[in-house]
Nanobody, 115 residues
Framework: QVQLVESGGGLVQAGGSLRLSCAAS????????MGWYRQAPGKQRELVAR???????NYADSVKGRFTISRDNPKSTVYLQVNSLKPEDTAVYYC?????????WGQGTQVTVSS
């Protein structure tokens, strides 16, 4: 059974930082492509950052230079360091794993940025 459990969200002032974590189980983590997505109220879920199993990364233009994705394979955990937060970053952030031809999602963690 695949499980992705996010943590680290919260309420932060504009300009602040958070580190989101996603602990995976039930998959061979080092073989998975991992990503972070977000969904704001009334909007579609969008890709924020993604890291392949080989370490290649890509980011949404809106977060480049502010957000950093990383992974710790021995800990089966992917992180998203979010800096210089803006009110428009407010959303539920979801962890995603692409593994074995399937896509898996976590339950999400809320990030709220106050102005």
């Amino acid at each position: 059974q695949v499980q992705l459990v996010e943590s680290g969200g919260g309420l932060v002032q504009a300009g602040g930082s958070l580190r989101l974590s996603c602990a995976a189980s039930g998959i061979f983590f080092s073989l998975a492509n991992m990503g972070w997505y977000r969904q704001a109220p009334g909007k579609q879920r969008e890709l924020v950052a993604r890291m392949t199993r080989g370490g290649s990364t890509n980011y949404a233009d809106s977060v480049k230079g502010r957000f950093t994705i990383s992974r710790d394979n021995p800990k089966s955990t992917v992180y998203l360091q979010v800096n210089s937060l803006k009110p428009e970053d407010t959303a539920v952030y979801y962890c995603n794993a692409e593994y074995g031809g399937r896509s898996y999602w976590g339950q999400g963690t809320q990030v709220t940025v106050s102005s």
